[in-house]
């Protein structure tokens, strides 16, 4: 609005200057053509009674001119248009003391040495444009100064000017409601896309959706990504929170069977029953740190003191002896080079936990734990069985949560833990076909 009310501003100011140049322009045209006109005497000026600028010659037109003495201050001649103004009157006193004062409505002139004014004057309440010019006539002895003055009726100016003002203000109205049209539009075309973020968003709270789509401005591209990352990042804590606790509870379903198998014992002392409650409520315990751990921070690939592996998978085969003490398994551990674990030994735990629990459910008689280490190739861990084995069809859903190669009526979610834990350390998890006749399961665990 400031800047069009500034534009308009000029535009009037610049078009009244323009018109008045052409006033001033014509009302020297008609001075000109009087002067030509003029006869002047030793002491007087003749002019003709009709002159050759028709306007000035219509009683009761809007452009009059007169010729006063400056020096007498009386008029010597008139046009027909200014039979209105009396000869005798006070008009030549005013004009002669206009022209030998400073008017600030005035602009002096000096065109080839003549003295002129011109500009807006106010006569008898009424606004016109004049033009004043001195001329002088030197015959030996005395000089004669003459005022000759035209002025014009400033109504067709100011009328113009009404007239181009209201043209002004309509353009600019015109101009107003464009650009403000245009203003609303390019707001209501910039909130689209955060109208569109808005609705994604809600669809997300409404489980509508997973993320926000990456058709977006790049200046929105940086938001979307960020909301993006904050999305799937409070979706995998969720998830890990949800996995920890199923992990939980499975992890401690071995000992709650362990110490059901030692309470079932006959042949078990008071002090052997009560030992080996303790070692598995210790373990328990362990467990459920760990596992809380877990659902805090989630697994990182960060590597921690040398295990050696076979003190931990001896304890191991030790408890799952026990616990399925009915199938009377035979356990084969071969640690050829003393093998060991970068990691933590709650992940090494779990993870060997889970396989050798699945090859005793599986397994007819025999599991065979074989356990290599090497400085540039890394750790490998091959468990097998001689139970019915893996159908090739599955291998790869069974590592998956909830999936499971039988109908126990297990979690499903034993060897998906020890999946995700293998993958925490940057190892690989294959099954193949053993040897014995059942499934093999190797793992293998780089050096960084």
């Known amino acids: 609005m400031l800047g069009l009310y500034t534009f308009s501003h000029y535009q009037i100011s610049n078009h009244r200057e323009q018109l008045l140049q052409q006033q001033q322009n014509l009302l020297q045209n008609i001075v000109t053509g009087l002067f030509s006109e003029s006869r002047m005497r ?19 037109a809007s452009l009059v001119a007169i010729v006063c003495n400056q020096d007498s201050k009386k008029m010597l001649w008139r046009s027909r248009s200014a039979a209105h103004i009396d000869t005798n009157g006070t008009a030549c ?9 400073e008017v600030s409505q005035l602009v002096p002139l000096n065109i080839d040495g003549i003295e002129s004014r011109y500009g807006e004057l106010e006569i008898n309440e009424e606004p016109v444009i004049i033009q004043l010019v001195q001329l002088q006539h030197s015959s030996n002895e005395y000089t004669t100064r ?20 209201q043209k002004v203000l309509r353009r600019n109205l015109v101009l107003f409601f464009f650009f403000t049209t245009l203003f609303y539009l390019t707001i209501h075309w910039s909130l689209l896309s955060l109208t569109r973020l808005t609705r994604e968003l ?22 979307t990504s960020a909301l993006n990352q904050l999305l799937h990042s409070e979706r995998e804590q969720k998830t890990r929170y949800q996995h920890s606790m199923n992990d939980l509870a499975h992890s401690l379903k071995t000992r709650l069977a362990l110490l059901k198998a030692v309470n079932e014992e006959p042949s078990s002392t ?7 409650l303790n070692e598995q409520i210790s373990q328990m315990d362990q467990i459920v740190h760990y596992q809380l751990r877990r659902a805090v921070s989630g697994r990182q690939n960060i590597t921690g003191k040398p295990i050696a592996i076979a003190p931990e998978i001896t304890k191991l085969i030790n408890t799952l002896d026990k616990v399925y003490r009915h199938k009377k398994i035979h356990f ?22 889970n396989l050798l629990d699945n090859a005793c459910k599986f397994t007819l008689s025999l599991i065979s734990i074989t356990a290599q280490f090497s400085k540039t190739e890394g750790l490998t861990i091959i468990v097998e069985d001689d139970g019915l084995g893996v ?58």
């Open 42 to 60: 030793k002491d007087s000026i003749t002019m003709p009674e009709e002159v050759s600028y028709g306007e000035l010659n219509k009683p009761g």
């Open 93 to 101: 006193t005013r004009l002669v003391n206009v022209m030998g004062e």
């Open 146 to 165: 003459y005022v000759i003055a035209v002025a014009k009726d400033a109504q067709d100016l100011e009328q113009a000017m009404t007239l181009f003002k």
């Open 202 to 223: 809600k669809s997300i709270k409404e489980g509508k959706r997973e993320a926000l789509s990456k058709q977006y401005e790049p200046e929105l591209q940086g938001l």
């Open 270 to 276: 008071n002090k052997g029953v009560n030992f080996a």
């Open 332 to 353: 084969s551990f071969q640690d050829p080079n003393n093998a060991i674990f970068f990691g933590q030994q709650d992940d090494l735990m779990e993870l060997m936990g």
């Open 391 to 448: 159908d090739k069809a599955i291998r790869d859903k069974i590592l998956q949560r909830g999936v499971r190669a039988d109908s126990s009526g297990g979690q499903g979610i034993g060897l998906a833990v020890s999946n995700e834990i293998i993958h925490s350390y940057a190892g690989k998890i294959e099954i193949f076909d053993s040897e014995l006749g059942g499934a093999g399961f190797l793992l293998h665990f780089p050096i960084d």
